[in-house]
């Protein structure tokens, strides 16, 4: 593919990942409102720990979406499975919109809260292992890293168009009509995006490398391939849980840990977040090109370490005196860590994973590191400050994340090293399967 081509499929690919993680991520942002319109509750706390949860039920099924829709990806091709998840994101972010409160339909109203979060995670899980994919196939030699971190740089920009519209509304909207109807403003503003999206994909072209291999024609070969490849999928999810943990932390949890644990204002807190994603928009290319010349292991080692170090101190210096200028150096120092980590991360992702079950493969580890941890990380980080009354105890949730990080990475590039390659596949099809 001519490199004016593979920019302009990388373009389509990544605006639509744009959707999908504004769709997603806007949930969290506005969590305190859908807390009251959907999960009232005498005490305040119940009311947002419920609605976070509710945020994070949306991990529990991208495990289910990287096996389902990773397999349709794996058989079927990159651009149909894409063009599938973005209906699907599209369809669960309308409904939870246009949903009806508590104090108009009663139970129903959380119930089906849960359904919409619960498709949207269907959606992505298996979104961000089909771009990563796409983008590696369609890459130019030697600059694979700097391609596929766009996958990573479209979310971003999702964030600061997110961040731009909330302090937009926060100084249009007085802070009570903003908690009672004022959030569900940019999730419909989001899934007015959708038709247009849709074309852009619709003008995807299906990657040479999927066109030219043998493709299962099961699902169930699919997901024997990944059954033997178990070790390799479980140091993925440890690879991967350093990166969702620190994203969630500094995106999604930082409006309201801005607001609610530090209590300074709207504005400060997502002034914040707009700062943190134009820094890792700037920072994962650069990094992802990085790593294309020095290796993905230095980045890798270095960031996840970093991470391990600092993570604590950093909030207990933050929470000793809450500022926005001290909130705003925390949240840059974590986007420097996240950016360098994750600019090598998802390459290297892609490039362990046998060719067969690429993508799924790719979507089940990242769904299951973000599912088990990363998109609990601003349930968890409420939870242990409640319990513990320590402002700065989500540092030890993002070190735990640093060290599992840290601990694949040492493994998977030891016998990459050895094996002149990332991670040998116990084999392509299962055995005894007839090959032609």
Same mark, same amino acid.
């Given at each position: 593919?001519?490199?004016?081509?593979?920019?302009?499929?990388?373009?389509?690919?990544?605006?639509?990942?744009?959707?999908?993680?504004?769709?997603?991520?806007?949930?969290?942002?506005?969590?305190?409102?859908?807390?009251?319109?959907?999960? @009232?509750?005498?005490?305040?706390?119940?009311?947002?720990?419920?609605?976070?949860?509710?945020?994070?039920?949306?991990?529990?099924?991208? @495990?289910?979406?990287?096996?389902?829709?990773?397999?349709?990806?794996?058989?079927?091709?990159?651009?149909?499975?894409?063009?599938?998840?973005?209906?699907?994101?599209?369809?669960?972010?309308?409904?939870?919109?246009?949903?009806?409160?508590?104090?108009?339909?009663?139970?129903?109203?959380?119930?089906?809260?849960?359904?919409?979060?619960?498709?949207?995670?269907?959606?992505?899980?298996?979104?961000?292992?089909?771009?990563?994919?796409?983008?590696?196939?369609?890459?130019? @030699?030697?600059?694979?890293?700097?391609?596929?971190?766009?996958?990573?740089?479209?979310?971003?920009?999702?964030?600061?168009?997110?961040?731009?519209?909330?302090?937009?509304?926060?100084?249009?909207?007085? @802070?009570?009509?903003?908690?009672?109807?004022?959030?569900?403003?940019?999730?419909?503003?989001?899934?007015?995006?959708?038709?247009?999206?849709?074309?852009?994909?619709?003008?995807?072209?299906?990657?040479?490398?999927?066109?030219?291999?043998?493709?299962?024609?099961?699902?169930?070969?699919?997901?024997?391939?990944?059954?033997?490849?178990?070790?390799?999928?479980?140091?993925?999810?440890?690879?991967?849980?350093?990166?969702?943990?620190?994203?969630?932390?500094?995106?999604?949890?930082?409006?309201?840990?801005?607001?609610?644990?530090?209590?300074?204002?709207?504005?400060?807190?997502?002034?914040?977040?707009?700062?943190?994603?134009?820094?890792?928009?700037?920072?994962?290319?650069?990094?992802?090109?990085?790593?294309?010349?020095?290796?993905?292991?230095?980045?890798?080692?270095?960031?996840?370490?970093?991470?391990?170090?600092?993570?604590?101190?950093?909030?207990?210096?933050?929470?000793?005196?809450?500022?926005?200028?001290?909130?705003?150096?925390?949240?840059?120092?974590?986007?420097?860590?996240?950016?360098?980590?994750?600019?090598?991360?998802?390459?290297?992702?892609?490039?362990?994973?046998?060719?067969?079950?690429?993508?799924?493969?790719?979507?089940?580890?990242?769904?299951?590191?973000?599912?088990?941890?990363?998109?609990?990380?601003?349930?968890?980080?409420?939870?242990?400050?409640?319990?513990?009354?320590?402002?700065?105890?989500?540092?030890?949730?993002?070190?735990?994340?640093?060290?599992?990080?840290?601990?694949?990475?040492?493994?998977?590039?030891?016998?990459?090293?050895?094996?002149?390659?990332?991670?040998?596949?116990?084999?392509?099809?299962?055995?005894?399967?007839?090959?032609?």
């Amino acid at each position: 593919m001519p490199r004016r081509s593979v920019i302009g499929q990388a373009v389509r690919v990544s605006v639509g990942n744009f959707l999908e993680m504004y769709d997603f991520m806007v949930f969290g942002y506005y969590a305190t409102g859908i807390a009251r319109a959907f999960f @009232p509750s005498q005490s305040d706390y119940a009311s947002l720990m419920l609605s976070l949860a509710t945020f994070g039920s949306g991990y529990l099924m991208r @495990p289910l979406g990287a096996l389902v829709l990773g397999a349709y990806i794996d058989r079927h091709g990159r651009r149909k499975g894409l063009l599938l998840t973005l209906t699907l994101m599209a369809i669960g972010t309308l409904s939870i919109g246009c949903l009806p409160g508590y104090r108009t339909i009663g139970l129903l109203a959380p119930l089906l809260v849960v359904v919409g979060r619960l498709v949207q995670g269907l959606s992505a899980g298996v979104e961000i292992g089909g771009v990563s994919v796409y983008l590696a196939e369609i890459a130019t @030699p030697g600059r694979k890293g700097f391609y596929v971190s766009w996958q990573s740089g479209s979310q971003q920009a999702a964030v600061i168009f997110a961040a731009v519209f909330g302090l937009v509304l926060a100084s249009w909207l007085p @802070p009570d009509q903003m908690l009672d109807w004022g959030w569900r403003v940019p999730i419909l503003a989001g899934s007015m995006l959708v038709p247009f999206l849709l074309l852009l994909r619709r003008g995807l072209a299906e990657t040479d490398d999927f066109l030219a291999r043998r493709r299962p024609e099961r699902n169930h070969e699919i997901w024997r391939t990944l059954a033997a490849n178990w070790r390799l999928v479980g140091l993925g999810m440890m690879l991967t849980t350093a990166t969702t943990v620190t994203f969630y932390l500094i995106t999604a949890y930082m409006p309201t840990f801005g607001t609610t644990i530090l209590h300074l204002s709207t504005r400060d807190s997502m002034l914040v977040t707009l700062c943190v994603g134009v820094s890792n928009m700037i920072l994962l290319p650069v990094m992802g090109a990085v790593s294309d010349r020095v290796g993905r292991r230095p980045l890798l080692i270095a960031a996840s370490s970093a991470a391990l170090i600092t993570a604590y101190p950093a909030l207990s210096w933050l929470a000793a005196a809450p500022s926005f200028g001290r909130l705003l150096a925390i949240a840059l120092w974590f986007s420097a860590i996240f950016g360098s980590y994750n600019g090598a991360m998802v390459v290297f992702l892609t490039e362990i994973m046998p060719a067969s079950v690429r993508a799924s493969g790719f979507s089940l580890a990242y769904s299951l590191a973000t599912g088990v941890f990363g998109g609990f990380t601003p349930t968890v980080s409420t939870w242990l400050i409640h319990e513990t009354g320590n402002r700065a105890m989500p540092g030890l949730w993002l070190s735990l994340a640093a060290l599992m990080g840290l601990t694949a990475t040492l493994v998977l590039t030891r016998v990459a090293h050895q094996r002149r390659e990332a991670i040998e596949p116990v084999h392509e099809f299962p055995v005894g399967h007839r090959q032609e």
